[in-house]
């Protein structure tokens, strides 16, 4: 039988998971994240299909901490949280596996604060 390896997603958190706010606002310590439609749903579905969950943020390494408590507070819950990747351009590079065409590395890009209840995988 053939073994079939987990998808895994890298997903942003700010104007995709949850409201957009500029770093000035969701940065204080009692700033409360506002869910986008169907986050946890969506979130839900992934954690039942065995993908792996990274979450990846602009946001500093120095509020880890501070922003971990406000993900669990509005009940986001994923694998792993890259921190600090800036706000420029991403890109994901990865090899094509041998003898196969398919690609291994997708992109959905959303309108900010659009959410992730219509991403399909």
């Known amino acids: 039988m053939k073994e079939r390896r987990p998808v895994t997603i890298f997903c942003d958190i700010?104007?995709?998971?949850?409201?957009h706010f500029p770093p000035n606002v969701s940065s204080k310590?009692?700033?409360e994240l506002q869910l986008l439609d169907g986050t946890l749903e969506k979130l839900e579905e992934w954690d039942r299909a065995g993908y792996n969950i990274i979450l990846t943020t602009g946001r500093r390494e120095s509020m880890r901490n501070q922003t971990e408590k406000q993900l669990s507070s509005v009940g986001i819950f994923?694998?792993?949280?890259?921190?600090?990747i800036?706000?420029?351009?991403?890109?994901?590079?990865?090899?094509?596996?041998?003898?196969?065409e398919q690609d291994y590395a997708c992109s959905i890009n959303l309108k900010r604060n659009e959410g992730i209840k219509n991403v399909k995988i």
């Open 14 to 19: 700010d104007g995709t998971l949850v409201e």
């Open 29 to 31: 310590p009692d700033f």
């Open 78 to 84: 994923y694998d792993q949280l890259i921190m600090g």
């Open 86 to 100: 800036g706000g420029g351009k991403r890109y994901i590079i990865n090899d094509k596996k041998p003898n196969r």
